[in-house]
């Protein structure tokens, strides 16, 4: 069996797909995870087989229930794609789910726009603080366009939209982007993605945009406005710089588009994930209390380790706790403390959950999500940490289900 290296914290990205239902999630998850190789057979959502959708219930609901964490890798990052669940019951494992991620992409409809469940999804990610790239999707439907969504997105969400791309064709002649950051055309052919240069066409109006983009971003970052101000145009690197600041602080909102059915626009998506949203050492250090007093602990492989527990499923492989690391490591036979519950737990196997297997690992070090077997009694919402530093992040539910079937 394969062991993949440990990583630092800097390359990883833990990545929630928020969307109103319909809007296309799991198809975008499903292509995620084709894009990345984590599966090679493609599902449809139509036919009941896309990987994250395995849960009976779901399937026979057609909505998302539970969350699942699957791990890919794209251009040198590990990505944990954690579902979070976009119906308005199981709020717990919503907010929950929400607390363990980084970053997000919210996924729009290139139909209707933003629609009241996709704002009631964006306020919650507001309250949790996650940075989001926004994903106008549906591009290739009969009416989809992607001006009328950036307005809704404006005008609803109240957040300022920063348009990286400009769409290729309308309606079913949707052919790729051109991603104004750099002025260069992505096209795709069947699955191929092709690069060249912008098409004579079109170059104009990218001109335009790529103003409007400069614009909109000199207004809101120091460093942009300055080369705004002394040169006739901003760089690709200074651009991609500020957009990213802007991202992390959520003062606006980059705004990619594409079609997961007709599998356009993933790459560059994922490519913006790597590039905008933040690592686990860019966001504050995780928050917790012990003895009465809050505590803080950093993102660092050496601090002594506290972990949340955000989801347990029972699972062909027996048991399975799924944990985000905030601090410290936690190594395969570890014995660690469940500081709610005041109970020793011992980890005796640790796994990655990939799309289509699950490739056991002897150690996940600050920052990562991975899934634990051993622990019996862990609830969601519990904390397991070191025994010697004890620290609660979340005060303990005695109403909550303890295990999902999955
Ligand atoms: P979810 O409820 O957000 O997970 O949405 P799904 O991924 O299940 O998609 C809802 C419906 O929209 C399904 O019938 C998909 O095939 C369809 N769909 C998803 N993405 C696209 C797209 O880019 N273009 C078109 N035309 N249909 C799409």
Not at 85 to 111: C, K, M, T, Y
Not at 136 to 144: E, F, P, S
Request: glycine share 8%; hydrophobic share 40%.
């Amino acid at each position: 069996m394969r062991r993949h290296t440990t990583r630092s914290p800097a390359v990883v990205r833990n990545l929630g797909i928020l969307a109103h239902v319909d809007a296309g999630k799991t198809t975008l998850t499903e292509r995620v995870l084709y894009a990345t190789g984590a599966t090679y057979k493609r599902g449809e959502v139509h036919d009941g087989t896309t990987v994250t959708d395995f849960d009976a219930q779901e399937r026979d609901r057609g909505i998302t229930i539970f969350a699942a964490a699957v791990s890919c890798e794209w251009a040198g990052h590990r990505i944990n794609l954690i579902d979070t669940p976009g119906h308005v019951d199981f709020s717990d494992e919503v907010e929950r789910s929400l607390r363990v991620l980084d970053g997000a992409v919210a996924v729009f409809d290139g139909v209707a726009g933003v629609e009241p469940q996709s704002e009631s999804v964006w306020r919650r990610a507001d309250r949790h603080g996650v940075p989001r790239v926004a994903f106008v999707n549906k591009l290739d439907r009969a009416g989809a366009d992607l001006d009328t969504a950036v307005a809704s997105i404006r005008d609803r969400l109240r957040v300022t939209p920063l348009v990286a791309q400009l769409p290729i064709g309308r309606e079913h002649a949707f052919t790729g982007v051109v991603d104004l950051p750099r002025m260069r055309a992505l096209t795709w052919d069947r699955d191929v993605l092709r690069e060249g240069p912008v098409p004579d066409d079109l170059l104009d109006e990218a001109r335009r945009r790529r103003r409007l983009l400069e614009e909109a971003v000199a207004e809101l970052h120091p460093g942009a406005l300055e080369e705004f101000c002394a040169r006739p145009e901003i760089s690709a690197g200074t651009l991609q710089t500020a957009l990213r600041d802007l991202t992390r602080s959520g003062d606006g909102v980059v705004v990619l588009c594409g079609s997961a059915y007709r599998n356009r626009g993933v790459e560059p998506l994922l490519d913006a994930v790597v590039a905008y949203l933040p690592s686990p050492l860019d966001v504050p250090p995780v928050r917790g209390t012990h003895a009465g007093a809050e505590q803080e602990r950093a993102a660092d492989p050496e601090a002594p380790l506290a972990a949340l527990a955000f989801k347990v499923s029972s699972t062909a492989t027996g048991r399975l706790t799924f944990l985000r690391l905030y601090a410290g490591t936690l190594r395969k036979g570890d014995t660690v403390l469940d500081a709610g519950a005041e109970r020793t737990e011992r980890v005796a196997r640790i796994l990655r959950v990939q799309a289509d297997r699950h490739t056991e690992v002897d150690r996940a070090v600050a920052g990562d999500i991975v899934a634990v077997a051993g622990p019996k009694a862990a609830r969601p919402g519990a904390t397991l940490c070191a025994r010697e530093a004890p620290l609660l992040l979340e005060p303990p539910s005695a109403t909550e289900p303890v295990v999902s079937v999955a």
